[in-house]
Structures are given as C-alpha cells and as structure tokens.
C-alpha cells in the first residue's frame, strides 16, 4: 500500500530558539525534494491553526533561512487550541474555549495528511487533542533549556550554551580587574542545563540551579575562601529557576503595589546582594536574558536540526504515527509524542557533568 | 639637555574596558624597547599609589596580555586621592582626607619621574593634584562611553558598539518571530554614542539617547504604525541616560523601602512598560550591562590602544608636559589634560550620524 | 530652482567586500523616504548596465540587507564599457568594442538622472565615460584594501582586518605549541593597510607588506633571535603584494608549463621556506583569501557603509555632480571623483601606525 | 588495598587541537583537588620524555588556560620513541634507534605511576611500548578529525567544524555575488568528517570525503544544473582527502623538480579549476589549513575536554589500567587502549547524516 501522505502542515509553537528555520528547512526541502510532498507552513504556531492563517512553503521560501535565527512561519507562546480566549464575558473576564474543531476544519480544508510540530514540551502538550482526534503528528523538540523529555538534546541548547559562555568568559575580565563576585543569571525556570554546561564550559567558580538548593552561607565561604587564597575574584552562573535550601526562589516580576509597573531583579541580584552584605566584597549581577534564545545557531545546532528536520520526514514517510524526534544515547530516533507530551527532564543527581565539576572545585552551594 | 625621563608609573582607573592591557602592552613595549626607561605598574588604580603598592613591570609581564580583557594592574572606580576614605569617627560616619601628600611620598620613594594615566574623565580629574604638585602626568582616555573631552576616540569605544550591536542583532530574530517590541538598554549615562552607533549598526527601528528627550507618546505611534505597515515587530536601542521630554530619568536602582534590597528596572524597562500599557503590543527587555564593558577588544580597538599607548611615550620623551593623548579628525595627536579633565563629550546635535539615521527612518522619540 | 532629480541608478561593481548591502539599504531608504526619488537597481555592476538588466529596488527589496555579506545586485570584477569583450574574430581571438553608448541608452531608456557607482579605484575609472557623457556619477568607495584614492577610509577594510586579525590570533596557538613560525598571506597586492592593522591588533611578530620591500636575512635573523631570546615561535603577517629588497614579487600564479593548471603558492609560501631552509626551524604557511573579503561586515563598517550612502544622495540632492563621498580628517566628506579614479592610497612612509608597530619591536624585514 | 597511585606524569603529542589546555586543566585540578597527587608536565610530547623535560604541574600554573588554544606544555608532531632520529650516520643518513628504555629511566627517575597521553592515533600507538613495559598510560583522544577509533567524538572537532563553517557561510556572499563556484578545501586526510558536518551546517551544495570517490562529471552536471535553475552559485566544501572515482588524490605538495621549492595546489584547487574548464563557470579556491586547528575551543569542546579530563582521572584511581576515554552513544566512558591504538575511525555509509545531507538535495559527486 502506498504512503498515504501528500500534503503536511508545519507549525512553529512556543519560544524563539536558534535552529527553528534550520528545522523548517530541513523539513520542507525533505518533503519536496524526495518524496515530492506539498507542505504548508502555518503562521504563529497553534493561532495560525486557529485562524486558518495556512499558506504554501516552497523551495524557495526555505532558501537561505539556514543560518537565521527565529522562524519564517512566527511563533506565539500562549496559543492552545483546548483553552482558546474567545473574548470577554459581560462582567469583562476573559472566556476560554476549546477550538479544536475550528483546527481540525482548517486541516481538513487544506487535505493536511500530517502535521509537523516543531516546540517544547508545552507545544507537544498542545498537539494531543489533535492525536486524539487522529491528526497524525510529528514531534520536533525545540528548547534552548534541554529539558524536554524523550530526548538528550534539544536543537538550540548549544547555541544558548555558547551565548552564556561567551557573556561569562567576557566577565572574567571585569571580575578580575575589580576583584568582585559577577553572578550571571542564565535562563532554566526548572532545568539547570544551560547553567551547568555554560558554567563548565566559562570555568565559573559556582553554578547555582533549580535541581540542587543553594545555601547563601555556603556561597559566602566559598567566595571568602576564595580571596583569602588570594584569588579576588568569583564567577558565579546561576540560573533563574535556581533556589535557596529553605525553598524560597525569586523570580524576577512585576510588583503590583507600585504606582508604575517596574520588574524587580531575580535571583541573579538576590544572590549578589546577599554576597554583598554578607562578605563585603562587591558584587554584581548580569542578567542575559532573550540574547540566549536568539541569533544565529551555531554550527552543531544546524546539523542537528537538519538531522532532526530530516528524520520526522522519514519516520512519516515509513509510516509512523505520533511520533517525536530524538536524540538519545547519541542517535537519531524518535520516541511516542504521547510519552514525553507536558514532561521536563531535569538534571538526575548522576549526571557525570555535575561529578566533572565538583572535581574542578566548583561550587554548587550545597 | 637629554631627556630627565629614566622611570615612569603606569596605572589604570575607573571600570574595565576592553583594550586597557593593549595600552599597558604598548606603554611598557615602547619605554623598555625604544628608551630603555624603567617602568613600574600601580596596583588597583590610584588605590596602589596611596598604599605603595608599585612593582616593575617588564616586557614578560605584558607579553600576550593584548587580546586579554580587563587590565593585568587591576583598577578601582571609587579611590581618589584628594578625597579619600580613611575610616569612621566617634559617630560611625565615614571619614575621608586628601592624602595626595603620601601618593607624592610613594611617587617620590619609586623615583618615577612621570605617571602614565590610564582612565576616564573622572580619572584626568584624580590626576589634577599630581599635576599641580608638579608631577608629569601623560593621559590616556579610557572609557566605553566615548564621552572623554579632548578625543573624538577612546579605546573600548568600538567593542562596545559591536557587542551591543551584536545583541541588537540577536533581539531581531525573537522581535520578528513574536511579533514583539524589543528594547536594549546599553550604556550611556550621560553620552549616547553606543546606542547611537550600535543603533545604526544594527538597524533598530528606534534610538533612544540623553542628548534627546524622547516624548513617549511618538515612540507608541511610531510602533504602532509599523505593525500597520505589516512590520510587526521593532527594535529599540536605548541608552541607559535616556530621559523622557518632561525630564524624568529613570534608573535603575536600588529600593530601601522594601526589606530586601532589590535592584528596581532602569529606563528599557520602563519604556517596554509603557509602550505595551499603550499600544497593547508585547514588548520586552533586555539590560545588557557588564557585559559591554568586558571581553578580549576587537582589533580596531587593539590598534587604537596600541597607538594611544605609543604615542603617550613618544610625547613624554619628546619633553612634553601633562598631555592627554588624542584621535582628533582622524589623527594621532595630544591636548592638555587639564583641559579635559572632568569634562564630557556628548553627541552634539549637527553629529553626521543623527541625519544618517533620521534618513534611514530611525526614530528619536521627538 | 527645483533639483531635477527624480530617478537614480546604483550598480556595485568590481570584487565582493562586507558591507555593500548595507550602502544600497542607505542609498536606497534615504532615497526613497527622504527625497521620493525612484530608485533602480543595476544587476552586476558594468555588465547590467551594457545588457539592460535594470530594476526598481523598493524599500522592501533591502529590508533585513544591512548585515548581510555579499551584494544583493551582483557584480561582476571585469566589466568594462569602454573595453567590453563582443566575440571573436575569424581568428579566435577576442574582440572588445567601446559599448558607453549602448550603456547611455539604457540610461535614458531608464530616465536615470543620476548613477550611484559603489566601487573601487578601478570602478571609478569605468565610470569616467559616463561623467564625460554628462551623466551624474556619485561613487562611494568599496574596497577591501583601503587603497581608494580621496578618501582615509573605505567601508569593508575594517571587517577585513577583524577577519585577519582573528586568524592571526589563531594562529599564535599553534605557533606557540609547535614552537614554529606561522606565516600568514593576506590580501594586498598594491597597498600593505590589511596586514598592518592586523598585524599590529594581533601582536604579530613581523608585518611584510609592499610598501617596504624585505630582505630575507634579515627576517631569518630576526625569527633565530626571537628563538635564542626563549620565544621559540614567530608570527609573519604577510602581503600577498610583498616583495623583497632585490625586487622580485612572488605572486601565486598558475604554471602555463604543467599538464594540468595548479596554482603555485605565494610570496607567503615562498618565505615560509626560505625561514625553514635558512634558519632549520619549522615554517608553515596559511593563505586567508577570499575569506577576507565576505562574511558579515562588523558594526563600524556598517555605520560607515551607512554613512557613506546617506551621504552620497545629500549631495545629488544638494545639486552635486560627480563626487566620491570620503571620511577624510575623521569627517564626512567628498571630492571629485575625476580627481580618485584609478589611483591608489598605498602607506605613506610617515603613518603614524609603522612608527607605533617599530616601537613594539615588530620587523618590516628592512 | 590502597590506590598505588601517587605521581602522574601529562603529555600532549601530535598537532594543536582546540580544547588541549582545557584537558591539561581539568586533569590536573582533578588529581590535585580531589586525590591530592603530583603532577608533573612532560615538555614538547614524546620528546621531553625522551630528554626528560618534566616538571611539576601546580593548579596555578593552569589557571586562566581553559579558554586558550594550543598546549602549554608544547608538543611535537613527529617525536616517536620507538623510532627517535639518533644522529646521522657516517654517509650523512639519518640514524633511527628505540629510545624507550631511556624514557622508562625519566618514568623512572620522577616515580611517575601513571602517564596521561592526550593524543591522537598516532600518539596512542606511540604509548604502546610503554603499556607493555608495564606503564599504565591512560589516552585522551585528541583529534580536529575526529577520526581516533573507540570514540564517537573527540575534543577540538565540534571548534574545527565551527571555524570552518564560518568560513563557508562568508564565502556564500562571494559566490551569490559574482555567480561563482566557490571550494574550500578542509582538513580531512582519510575520514571527512568536517567537511560532512561544516557542509551541512553551511549548507554547502556539494561535500567531498573521501570515503566516497566523487566523478568530476558528476560534480560539473550539478553545478551546470544549479545554474540553469536561477542559483548562479554552488559551494563546494571539500575535504583535503577527497578523492576522485579512479582513485587518483591530489595532494598539495612540494615540486622538487622546480629551482625553488613552491607547494602546489591540492584537490580543492584541482576541482575549482576543472569546473571552470569544462563548465565555463567562474571557480575559486580558499585552503582553510591551520586555522581549522587552533583558536579558543566552542563552549562544547571545552566541555568534553574538562569531562575527558576528570574521567581519566577517575578511572586511573578507580584501579584501571591502559584505558582510553570515550564519548560513545552520548556517554562518558572509557576503552582499552590498545583495542584502538593507530586505528581510524572513517565515516560508515550507514551515517545518518549522510542520508540527512542528501535528503536536502547535497551532491557527493558519486
């Protein structure tokens, strides 16, 4: 029996990362290019479904977007067919409703046979209701955290290491110069990859992440310690999600009983502050923020995800159903879509990473 | 009569900035190499000259340190030796005296017959006592800023425009996939010549600087007519200096109302703030702080420090007395430091470069 | 009286170089948002405007250019109207005809009340037929050397060294772990500005470039002292136009007397083993090549680039005729372009930048 | 039983490769910090073992190394103690002799218990008449081919991959500007590997490995199509190695039949000028040579270096013998060292990412 497929969809859903366009690429050209598929690119993720915004993607239009960072289709990070904002009630609250029919009319019009989803584990949480609706999709994990489950790499988490380690190497030198503490808060709400690898990587002095509570008071040794042993200075890359011992993590936000709407500083600062105090040594904070998750990918981003663009191709052209692309134990593969669906992998304690480290003298403040 | 000039002292004072080693590098190269002279290196800025630490600096010493951020002497923002902090009275308060006396005692002990200068305006300005108790002191603008009088050009200048440039070019990506508002807030307190160039460099859509007050209003249509002309997203460079049109500056600082010291946003956040209450498009941003001030120069910088650093003992051995030197209308040359002492450059308003961007279309905010 | 300009032409001519997209974007935004002026693109410099391949560029067609390698008008480095290749006569051999009417034609075809010409010496030189015809030429000057005549500066040079610069920088790894000498050729046939402001960024050891021809002995002396001094490596940044005391220059060529055409090496090459035969100590070669002359331009190049093309339609528009724009003095500027085409910039002896690179202790091999 | 391990000695041997310094640190700052052992430096690889240049290693003396490139212990390219140049023979012939007895004294005389070799396949075999002296010598692969058998990865590839697709992205400008065919020829002597993956993630049109004989034809027909279909453009990434289908490699070289010796051209020269003659399409060449392996290693090679580092380290105290560290199936692991010792690892046909190149449209010329 032939492949049924014919015509596939594409949608980019949830954050920028580097190495979505390399996807799209890979995908589009794939399709066209060997087994003469005609695919369609849907604008801003799942809002794009919802809006019928669906439009022809051609060679062409995939045609030098390799190396650029973002997405040619657009991304929307709060778009989910099951829980839709359809407007206001009368008393002006927000009403919510499920438009997964609307999407699967807009597939069903445009003769969609399959549709690729390139996005983390909140966009293949989206994707469910149209796998229960017998929409065949095809999973591309997208994150610069790394910690979508199924997979060991996610394209765009090397650039973003990359990104944070040249801001770290870069403030080596201010550290060095004025015998302070630099802390550098990176991305990973949950997941303290990029802290972790960016922090090796740099040879940060303390890497502070969500999976491991942080004592402030050990901190404050290690960096007195530090000086004492006449090494002026600390490098400390902390994620944002990381947290202290009793529990408490501060993120960064908006305070609501101030007349103007001003964001307060996270952890990043929290932690210098309280160095600050604690120690007397100066201290400051660094907080990269979206330079992480933009620009061009690097290099191994765009092999892997071309590889990955690839592989969903292939493993719906064998006929596969609901399947998420994967790179596990080093090997191109795919796993169930259903498995890893709303799932976060975190950083287990037997990572041979955080042995690497603490064998360098790294502190983890625990 | 030959030359007096046998040993001189070398320091450097106020923040990092990249290209200070390549100076030092230059400085000693070209004393020990061309004139034979003795040079010494001041720790930590005018700190190492009030506690005498001073040692000799040799060619090893500076042997590869011209790629290298920061500065192999250290440096210190806050020491001045006219008025410095020489501990607490009776009442807890900090005390502080001139101990210019002692800095002369320490200059006369090492037998230096010149101090080499390497710093910002603030920095000419802690030099100006020495100078008028007789000591040749040889200037060396140092700043990210651009903003010392007396030089069109400081080193440091050009690797913060391109790392800001180059983060201005990363927020593009995110800017155009999430259809978003992204602001940068660079440096510039008073001056606002890294957005300005950085701005230009990178095509943002907007440049925000203290030598225009922006009027929020313009900058809300601004924004709002691009998304009208199907270019939903903008860039905003934004020197930290920015002020609005009714004078209100705001920078980020710390709050001691609150139980915790929290550093509040500065400007960027503000003006993201401001311009998603109004127009209801999402914006976001980015403060990229210590980053620009740190990090190995890039080569134009090299070259420039490397000249500055030549030209300073070329002027000293050729008898001159307390210069500053200079790149003025595209040449190597030198003033007098005490005319720019304390003064500041700021982008004048018939600078070439606002009519360039303005013909391009870039915003102001007036 | 009005100015009569209404339609303007602008072709890039002669080899590639970073930052002509970003002069086309200036050229073509300030044309068309400050003057209303129409604007038409030639394709491949000389040639399109011979064969009529002329197109109007829209603000759309350079949206999303100014960091873009490359020109999106192609070029073409041997196009000539007054020299233009027409077949072969009976015999075989080329034929060439003077084809400026041809070329005046399509000018009128398109009413172009004036041409914007973005090229080097030699694409000034081509368009010296048009200015006598009557025709408003305003060229900006592109080239990677720095050799343009009128003007201090040409956008693209900048990048250029950064690229030479970071490969020097590379190159002093392996040189010091080898213990060997690295010679790297960079471009420069006529006029040595690459190599000197790289080879001064990168601390390069010597800097062999055509204006100061070498001796080899003593360049080999130099390398052994180095050895005998305990810095068992030298770096040689190296003119491809270099050539020694006797006269000779070494160009890499291909050998008419081989079966099959291969390129013999340089004078890069050429004195990588003349060090090794003469001094017995490892010398490698490394030729940087066209990867000199593409790629992204670096911010400074892009504000230049920008410039530069503002400039060049404020003075059209200012009633203006046959100017090369020019940053001369650190000022933006223009002069005739009668008074530049077809002559070179080469170093003078005087610049200030040999001075500083002798007083570091760099060898010219004089 | 205590572990019997208390003096280590650390080699670097064969050509400079991104990342060694990082091994070197890691090393060192693990058997120091975590199993207080001596540590001792070999100088220049095999040949300070032969002239017994070994001294102590502190974790001072590597600090600040991580980001750099090279060795700080120097190394040697050719120094081999199973066949060590002894002189020359009456007859002016160079002599050869097995110098490892005294090698076993220098062992010896620093009771070295353990010798850690960072090298390449060369290197391991070298370090094979010392495993069966009965010295324990633990490898750390050590490659820019990423070719050593027994692991899928080695350090200082993933930075070789990198340098060289930078280059292919800027010669992309220069090709689509003036409709060119741009080679650049890659280091690849018998495995392609990074010109497989810099092709990919530059999205070069053509890749040549040698692993698979490419047909000039073949090759000409691709490009001559690109052509005809508007892409007056093709890149061509090619491994120095490559090799066309009638066996014959053309490998740049030295002419000793010429009165000056002149290095001749290699395949990527070869192929460029073959295409111009038979398609009559402009064909340029650019040899990346060194630069491919030195410079600052990515933030992923100093990764793997410092987790290859500690885990040498580790198994060394865990009691293990004459083991190789190993990245296989994405784990840290480690194998016998004489199972892979002068072996090569080339790319299999069933690699993925050769399907992945082909899928999107990549000539291999077979």
């Known amino acids: 029996m032939p492949n049924p497929i014919k015509r596939i969809g594409v949608l980019t859903a949830g954050g920028d990362c580097p190495g979505i366009n390399a996807v799209i690429r890979a995908v589009t050209k794939t399709a066209i290019y060997k087994y003469d598929l005609r695919v369609f690119g849907i604008e801003d993720g799942f809002q794009g479904l919802i ?22 289709l657009g991304t929307n990070n709060r778009s989910n067919p099951a829980h839709c904002f359809v407007g206001n009630d009368e008393d002006g609250k927000p009403k919510f409703a499920d438009v997964t029919p609307r999407c699967l009319d807009n597939i069903n019009a445009h003769k969609l046979d399959a549709l690729i989803v390139i996005g983390g584990d909140g966009s293949m949480g989206c994707a469910m209701p149209f796998v229960e609706a017998g929409v065949n999709c095809i999973g591309i994990p997208k994150t610069i955290d790394n910690d979508v489950a199924g997979t060991d790499l996610t394209f765009g988490f090397l650039t973003a290491v990359a990104t944070a380690t040249d801001a770290l190497d870069r403030l080596h030198s201010t550290a060095m110069s004025h015998h302070r503490v630099m802390v550098c808060e990176l991305m990973g709400r949950n ?11 740099s040879g940060s002095d303390a890497i502070l992440i969500p999976e491991i509570p942080y004592d402030i008071d050990r901190i404050c040794t290690f960096v007195k310690n530090r000086m004492a042993h006449n090494r002026g200075f600390s490098i400390i890359a902390c994620a944002e999600g990381a947290r202290s011992t009793d529990g408490k993590q501060i993120v ?14 996270g952890v990043g600062q929290h932690i210098a502050t309280q160095i600050q105090q604690r120690t007397n040594i100066e201290a400051r904070t660094t907080v990269l923020g979206y330079i992480q998750r933009s620009g061009t990918p690097i290099a191994n981003d765009r092999v892997l995800a071309t590889a990955f663009g690839y592989h969903a191709i292939e493993q719906l052209m064998a006929g596969k159903q609901n399947r998420m692309v994967s790179m596990t134990n080093g090997t191109l593969c795919d796993v169930d879509i259903k498995s890893v669906a709303g799932k976060q992998r975190l950083i287990p304690m037997d990572e041979p990473l955080l042995a690497t480290a603490r064998a360098v003298k790294t502190c983890f403040g625990d």
């Open 191 to 201: 997941a303290g990859w990029i802290a972790l690898h960016s922090g090796i990587a």
């Open 51 to 72: 809006e019928n915004r669906i439009a022809p993607l051609s060679s062409l239009h995939v045609s030098g977007i390799l190396t650029r960072g973002g997405t040619i």
């Open 252 to 265: 960064a936000h908006v305070d609501p009983t101030r007349p103007e709407p001003i964001r307060l500083g």
